[in-house]
């Protein structure tokens, strides 16, 4: 499976602080992405970051990419008790003819008030 | 919301019994992925599917099998159920079959096999 690692699994903080989690993938890539799940629902996408970015914003949120080093990371700044989801990577894996997303184990992510 | 809708939302079936699950894409999107998701897991890649044909595949058995409508409406069928396949499926849609654009979600079906 290339299916990547997500680290730490679990993390616990309280409101107000940041958040930071990490993802490793395993083959080069076209593009990475963190999507938010909560309560074993559906995935929202939250950021698309590609190979030849190393830096992206959105809001709250900050994704860097190391592509020698295959490794992401999520910063959320200011944590809500809201942002409580699985938080996972998912790398974008083509071949002729169709798209997959290759998504990692996640990291459950516990924002008390 | 994505716009994406999945039915229905739980399910339970005995072991050998089939399943199908179903999928609205979003408006204006003609590619559908069905993905499987173990408690604790990431989800997994099962199948893809582009104007109505299969164009790709995870590591899934034949029993895992699709269609897609033209409508663009997608099932997921699911014969000789066995307990591993007791998962979250979450059906995602896209605009272009090679896209590098972000997959948009449904709720999932969260099937059950006793």
């Known amino acids: 499976s290339q299916q990547g690692e997500e680290d730490p699994q679990a993390l616990s903080i309280q409101e107000g602080e940041n958040a930071t989690m990490n993802c490793s993938y395993k083959t080069s890539i076209n593009n990475l992405q963190w999507y938010r799940q909560n309560s074993g629902r559906g995935l929202v996408h939250l950021i698309l970051?590609?190979?030849?970015?190393r830096e992206k914003h959105s809001g709250r949120l900050r994704v860097t990419l190391d592509t020698s080093k295959k490794s992401s990371s999520l910063l959320i700044t200011a944590s809500r008790a809201a942002d409580t989801a699985s938080y996972f990577c998912a790398t974008d894996w083509m071949n002729t003819g169709f798209q997959k997303l290759v998504f990692g184990t996640g990291t459950r992510l516990l924002v008390s008030p | 919301e994505t716009g994406v809708t999945q039915s229905p939302t739980h399910l339970i079936k005995t072991r050998g019994q089939q399943v199908t699950l179903r999928c609205s894409s979003q408006?204006?999107?003609?590619?559908v992925s069905w993905y499987q998701q173990a408690l604790g897991q990431g989800p997994q890649f099962i199948f893809q599917?582009?104007?109505?044909?299969?164009?790709g595949r995870g590591n899934f058995p034949p029993r895992f099998s699709g269609l897609q409508f033209p409508n663009y409406s997608s099932e997921l069928n699911v014969n000789a159920l066995e307990l591993d396949d007791s998962a979250l499926y979450l059906c995602?849609?896209?605009?272009?079959?090679?896209?590098?654009?972000?997959?948009?979600f449904g709720p999932g079906t969260r099937l059950t096999v006793l």
């Open positions: 408006s204006g999107h003609n590619t």
């Open positions: 995602a849609s896209t605009t272009q079959r090679e896209s590098t654009n972000e997959q948009f």
């Open positions: 970051i590609r190979s030849n970015e």
């Open positions: 599917y582009y104007r109505e044909e299969e164009n």
